[in-house]
């Protein structure tokens, strides 16, 4: 079940409402210096809930530890958590004591309260305030069942980081990623998937089968994933709903990397024939015969289609080493972009359209990014094995995996566009492949 926004009338501004969007961030601070206090979310009364937080005022407490934790790893400012920040009550929601704040030094505050319903569900609040303008500058709210509680607090980060930076939210999305444990020779490679945060985690296949490069659909209600049993490949969509798959295709021959269009219509995928492996698009509904959009000898493979679908962006040998090239969606006016040196891999296109991420191989293995056009490369990691990297939805941050020198042990990491602000995700076990999803509906 989706956060359903919730009217003005559930929240303590009912007798108090000041029209949503109003104001204006106070000064021009750059972004990175912008301090947001961030304290415990009020509650009208202080009842138990069905919530791994417990009560409500437990739960106003892991909301604001969600918020900050979600505005701290972007890189774009400086949250500052509950636990150094005296506690509002219910009626300070709406009417901030601005004098506490700016004595802190907070240029921006948000605060939220949370309220137990008769029908068990949770009536999330969140509001942002300038607190040198004293002044309301959004607000939103959410009703959840209580497994949602999470939802309900990456809704509430997102509306603040939209709010102060104009760009698009991208907290409330999950990510599919491969398990992988045992033994190198002996890999188990199971599909996973977990919030952006690395919360709510789940194994999706039981590891009989080896799973491999997945990827959300546009919709997000199902996953595309490649699996491996008994050495032949198979394309599988995933019904996240029913726990269901269907098979898209299968063959003899080594498969690899689906991806959707994004339009949900079309699935690309790499197939190897006779020595030659080339890029082939199928209709996703299933059926049909596959067409093949290269033809070149070599090897061609990791198609990722362009935000808008009429171009399509992947790796070829076919100049003598890896390198990447774009051609439109029907496989014409196919040509080289990267002229930089060493080797180039797994491209993924952008959600903006403008830059495309992938894996520079010159001795290291380190993610970059260019322009479409090819221009402008910049290095945004440099690790021993970092590779296969895909985007936030409002492509600001780019997630991939890195292999630890030595040990070799695998993990996700995330990196934004300056290249400053890494950080590892929590995962239970080894990690690879990593697919960020779309921001949840």
Avoid at 10 to 22: C, F, K, M, Y
Avoid at 142 to 169: F, I
Avoid at 232 to 247: A, F, S
Avoid at 355 to 369: K, L, M, P, S, Y
Wanted: proline share 7%; glycine share 12%.
């Amino acid at each position: 079940m989706s956060p359903q926004p919730v009217v003005t009338a559930t929240s303590p501004a009912a007798e108090q409402d000041e029209g949503g969007l109003t104001g204006s961030v106070s000064d021009e601070t750059p972004w990175q210096d912008l301090g947001i206090a961030i304290p415990t979310f009020a509650t009208n009364a202080d009842v138990a809930t069905q919530t791994s937080a417990g009560s409500t005022a437990g739960l106003g407490r892991a909301l604001a530890d969600v918020i900050t934790s979600d505005l701290k790893n972007n890189g774009l400012f400086k949250p500052t958590g509950p636990d150094a920040l005296p506690q509002p009550s219910f009626g300070q929601i709406v009417a901030p004591d601005f004098g506490v704040w700016s004595g802190r030094g907070a240029e921006m505050l948000v605060h939220g309260y949370v309220r137990a319903n008769g029908d068990g569900s949770l009536t999330v609040g969140c509001y942002l305030y300038d607190v040198a303008l004293r002044q309301q500058l959004v607000k939103g709210g959410w009703q959840v069942p209580p497994s949602d509680w999470r939802r309900a607090a990456h809704k509430c980060a997102d509306l603040v980081y939209s709010r102060l930076s104009g760009e698009s939210p991208f907290f409330d999305s999950k990510i599919a990623y491969i398990a992988e444990t045992g033994p190198k020779d002996r890999r188990m490679k199971r599909l996973a998937i977990m919030d952006s945060d690395g919360a709510n985690h789940r194994y999706i296949t039981t590891g009989q089968a080896i799973a491999l490069t997945p990827r959300y659909a546009p919709d997000y209600r199902s996953l595309l994933y490649l699996s491996y049993f008994n050495g032949y490949p198979r394309i599988y969509v995933y019904d996240l709903e029913t726990g269901k798959q269907r098979l898209i295709t299968q063959s003899t021959n080594p498969t690899f990397a689906p991806r959707w269009s994004p339009d949900g219509k079309w699935i690309l995928y790499s197939m190897a024939i006779g020595g030659n492996t080339d890029i082939y698009k199928i209709s996703a509904a299933g059926g049909g015969e596959p067409q093949r959009l290269t033809n070149t000898p070599g090897i061609n493979i990791g198609g990722s289609f362009s935000p808008d679908g009429s171009k399509i962006v992947f790796e070829s040998d076919r100049s003598g080493g890896q390198q990447i090239y774009v051609m439109n969606a029907d496989g014409s006016d196919q040509k080289r972009i990267s002229f930089f040196g060493g080797r180039a891999a797994t491209p993924e296109w952008s959600p903006r359209g403008d830059q495309i991420a992938f894996t520079h191989i010159a001795g290291n293995f380190r993610i970059a990014v260019i322009s479409p056009s090819g221009s402008n490369l910049r290095y945004l990691t440099d690790s021993w094995q970092d590779e296969a990297p895909t985007w936030s939805p409002n492509g600001r941050i780019v997630q991939f995996f890195r292999t630890e020198k030595g040990s070799g042990r695998t993990g996700i990491w995330q990196v934004d566009l300056t290249g400053r602000n890494e950080r590892k995700l929590p995962t239970p076990v080894d990690a690879s492949d990593p697919a960020w999803g779309p921001v949840r509906p």
